[in-house]
């Protein structure tokens, strides 16, 4: 296959110019041309995983073109271990969640357009491999976000709508003086990513503290780390349930990508002095805190959200560990997070469309009602929590052995979270499936064939990583050891005393 | 080359098409009772003016009318873009309900007429020329203004204008007496000389009298403090008119101001490296002005709820923006500015251009005409709007954003590292409001009494092409800026 890149990155643009043909009333014919155009992305992502070379470094599949030459700017893809797990998740993702968008009935022809250009923008994010090639990418995502949010979204819509915005928005200028500072101050102009991260050591450390903290800002947004994550669970509880699993999914994924693939390899020798603070700990505060929100919430959904506040901070942990077992814990747990809090969100969703409200309080006992739907929901809860035999045991088990060495307390308090996570889990549990059936809800169907056909792959692929995690693993290996080499080479004294 | 009276009209052929064209339309207006006609005759003379620009190869540069104005790659950007500009209104007054109440043939004169001063403004190389070039623009503009006789509000805007306006030309023409006073000489050749000779400068009654000048450039691009008259006037006049003080007498203001700053008063170092005057810290000065009127602009527009009153406030946030890239000094700076003027030209115009359109629908520029606009028909003017808008934030894929990458580029390079993140913030605040009638029209429902947005072939044509240049010269525009490129040669007599 020749340009599996560009394919995978613009088939749903062809799929968007399709949808924007369909002439009025044919709103089934746009849902089916939606899910059409995202197979083949799925298939292109199969062909990936199955020709990936595992033994090197190198990006591989690449393509580079000029495209404004004045400036030094190609059209410049590629994938290394850390995207190519990235490309697979936001395939399955994209995939699931045009499914799980069918019970939207209002403007189906913008709403699936819209869901196209995001997978583009959200794909091209990961595949991109020329600074300002990604920084367009990145841009372009958050207008679909917007639009999404804003007119298909709840009550509070055009609040949520906007803080995402803004707050992405700000994120993404400081990403953009950053990207004109490596361009201006490096060794020669560029904006290839690679070359960069070859030619790092030319930057100043003043520089490069500066550069680094405006770029961890503008990707902290999207993590969300505390404390920019405040727009986070508004835009979850807002969003229709579609776009929350790839909010959840992908979207969060491109921050701790961003700093792995700029902040890691462009800037190592200030992502050593700072991951400490600005990664460890507020990773932490991510975990801790996090978990205590999820605990307070009323609303499913917002539990939720919150909840993924606190896993994405196990990703921040494993990665400031800076050792072989933390940065690899780390990544898989950002395709962990991806696939379990997806399933989340979409059971909420199930749950939503039916009752029309999300109070946790205002259910009980749906699990006689709802057999298969309390089954799955218990499956993604123990998934969430970490049991063993499922996929987030392995990356949170991960990361905690890498931190453990280095930074041992926040390991301790990182690992005890689990107990409240464990907690508020099967509290959430308890209240909504078990205990007495409301009456109101005495007509509740089970779940839909489309709802179980968007839940069962992700149990399955959570099945899978928690029995045999070197299907991703193995993929991370050596682009990350790569990575994680480079920054501990930044600072060789500190090492020693660490990596045996 | 320094050419005579009769050897300069070669290279003046626009300017006197533009004449012919005033001419032909007072006469054609008096002979004429159907008065269809005169909008397209307007549209053909301005049209016909950018051919000749186009058609006329830049060479060197010469002097004209004994260095009254220089012909140089510089002044010819500025010259096509005014021309685009004046294309684009009066190929907007065409479809204007509000233009076809008046009386067109007067109209359309004086928008040519407007034009003219506009290009003279672009080539001026002289103190007197460029004062008189700019009070003709700014007598033509209040005319234009306080165009709608039967508006109050027009005729309150034309004439807080007008008493702007001369305050302002007044401080500037005394600056200038300054300057002459202190050169000797009226043409920017010579003052450059004299200033950058060696020998005592002083510097302060120089840094005075630039003060002084800059309150007359600084109203013409709507810089603070000079900005207040912009948003009642862009307020009151047709929207035609509007569009065109916005687009077009803001880039002549521009290419007065850069060239009044960089040949005729900075020194030019013999590695091509611009540098200000020993003790003339005007670069200090111009960017606490561009601080404070971007940030201004911005938050100014925040509360806004007329739609002209927002994209006045917002023409000034931009005019900071651009602003930023003359403060540091540099050819990438310029290059930045250029750029950033043919994006704006083109993403203003457009979002005036579709307030024109609902105007023109429903009589009304206020942001509640425009709620849910994509629900009851206007789909693809809210979509328009849209692209315009983000450009105008900077968003990508979108022109705009190329402008704001280039103007921060140059102000990285220069290392001015608090100015480019008070611009990054102006950026982030400036969506608040250029979002605000996105939600208007796709996030609010339509209430059910609204006006539907019918379809005007003429109207709806010029803003498909500008949506699309919005977004295909953000994705690929080498021509943009190879054509900056060219023009950041400023002609200052042959060396």
Redesign the interface.
Known sequence: MSHPLTLITFVPLIGMALILLCPKGYESLIRWIAAAATVPQLAIAGWLYANFDTTTTAMQFVERRAWIPAYHIFYFLGVDGISISMVLLTAIICFISVFASFSIERGERGYYALLMLLDTGMMGVFVALDFFLFYIFWEVMLLPMYFLIGIWGGPRREYAAIKFFLYTLLGSVLILLAMLGLYYYGATPSFDMVELARNAGHYSMAFQRVAWIALFIGFAIKIPAFPFHTWLPDAHVEAPTAISVILAGVLLKMGTYGILRVNYSILPAASHEFAFWLLGVIGVINIVYGALCAMAQTDYKKLIAYSSVSHMGYVMLGMAAMTEAGINGAVLQMFNHGTITAMLFLLVGVIYDRAHHREISGFGGLAAQMPAYAALTGFAFFAAMGLPGLSAFISEVLVLIGAWPRYPVMTMLGAGTAILTAGYMLWTFQRIYLGPLNDKYRNLGDLTLREAFTLVPLAIIVLILGVYPHAVLDLLGPSLNHVNRVVLMAHAPAVAAVTP | MDLGNVASLSHFLPELLLTAGVLLLVIVDLILRNKTPLGDIALIIAAGALVLIAIEPVRRGDWLFHRMLVFDAFGFFFRVLIALAAVVAVWMSIGSVEVRRCDQGEYYAILLASTLGMFLMAEAANLLMAYLALEFVSLTSYVLTGFLRRNRRSQEAALKYLIYGGVASGTMVYGMSWIFGLTGALDFGAINRALTAPGHLPALTVFISLVLILAGLGYKIASVPFHMWAPDVYTGAPIPVTTFLAVGSKAAGFALLTRFFYPAISRLGADGSWQALAGVDWPQLLLIVCVITMTLGNLAALQQTNMKRLLAYSSIAQAGYALMGIVVLTDDGVRAMLFYMFAYYLMDAGAFLVVMIVANATGREDMDAYRGLAWRGGAVPAVALTIFL?SL?G???TIG?IGK?YV??AV??SRF?IL??IG??N??VS??YY?APV?MM??EEPRGDEIAIGFEPWTYGLMGVLACATIALGL???PI??FA?RSMHFFMGPS
Do not use: E, G, K
Request: charged share 10%; proline share 3%.
């Open positions: 983000l934030t968003i990508p894929a954003f990458f921060f580029a990285i390079r590292y480019a993140v990054i913030l950026s982030t969506l608040y979002m939600r796709f996030l690929y525009w080498t800026i190879a490129d």
